[in-house]
Structure formats: structure tokens, C-alpha cells
């Protein structure tokens, strides 16, 4: 059986390119006993209220029809934003270079956060600074951001 995840990836990747964005990822979790849907998603010189809600709605018009999650759920849509979480192959390939900090499990170097340039990712080690992070030591890899 497909992830809600996925299902909801596939169904809405069309919708989002369609608007003029692209899907950076689809998270479906439990916060204090209600279930959230959220897409996040992104596009060249930024995401706007306005793409939000272009989105938004087709969307939801397509999970109403299709029904691909059984339970009640609050459905959201906002930008993946400056600091956003690298989960997938492909988000690392494309943040190869820049900036990120990179959240352990455990100390390494006495060490729980790091921060660095992402020289590399390979089966879910992540390579920041040419130091090699195993993926049972990572809990978290975000965009850096300089204010």
C-alpha cells in the first residue's frame, strides 16, 4: 500500500506545476490529536499568499474527489521558506553547495548542531564540509539562513 504521502504527491504535482510552482514536499502528521496534510511548495523569486490559496483550492477540490485519506484532516499549503528541511535525494542534489545545518542525534566532536556547506548526500549520509554525517546520526538538515 502507497504512503498518503506519496498518493497525495502524485495527485497534486500536476495542480502545483500547472500554477507556476513546484512541490518541495508533502508531510502528513499528528499535532495534538488532529491530523495535518501539508504541502509545501516553492518557485523562483518566492511563494506568495496568492499562489498559497491558487493552489490550495484545486487541491482540495481533487483530495475531496479522490479521497485518498480515510480520517478527518486540516489541509495546508505554504512555502517550503527560506530554512526549509532537506528530506529527499533530490533536495539535496539540488541544495548541493549551499549553507545548512545539519541537527544530531547524539554529540559527534561534542558537537549537536552543525553548520557548513553540503558538499554531498549518499544513502542518506549527509557530507557537510567534506565531514561525513551517517543517516542514524542525523535527525535534521535545513537551509541556513543569514540575516
Given amino acids: ?6 498518493v497525495v504527491a502524485q495527485l497534486a504535482a500536476p495542480i502545483v506545476e500547472q500554477m507556476g510552482c513546484t512541490l ?3 508531510e502528513y502528521v499528528k499535532e495534538a490529536g488532529e491530523w495535518f496534510l501539508r504541502l509545501y511548495i516553492d518557485k523562483e523569486g518566492g511563494i506568495s499568499i496568492e499562489d498559497c490559496e ?3 483550492r484545486p487541491v482540495s477540490d481533487l483530495l475531496d474527489e479522490k479521497d485518498p485519506i480515510q480520517t478527518g484532516y486540516t489541509f495546508e499549503v505554504s512555502s517550503a521558506g527560506l530554512d526549509r528541511t532537506l528530506r529527499k535525494p533530490e533536495h539535496f542534489a539540488k541544495c548541493q553547495g549551499e549553507q545548512v545545518d545539519v541537527k544530531l542525534y547524539r554529540p559527534v566532536d561534542g558537537r549537536k548542531d552543525v553548520t557548513g556547506v553540503l558538499t554531498g548526500y549518499e544513502d542518506g549520509d549527509v557530507f557537510v564540509d567534506g565531514a561525513r554525517f551517517e543517516k542514524k546520526d542525523v ?6 539562513v543569514t540575516f
Fill in 139 to 144: 535527525a535534521q538538515v535545513r537551509l541556513h
Fill in 1 to 6: 500500500m502507497a504512503k498518503v504521502t506519496d
Fill in 24 to 26: 518541495w514536499d508533502v
Fill in 54 to 56: 491558487a493552489v490550495s
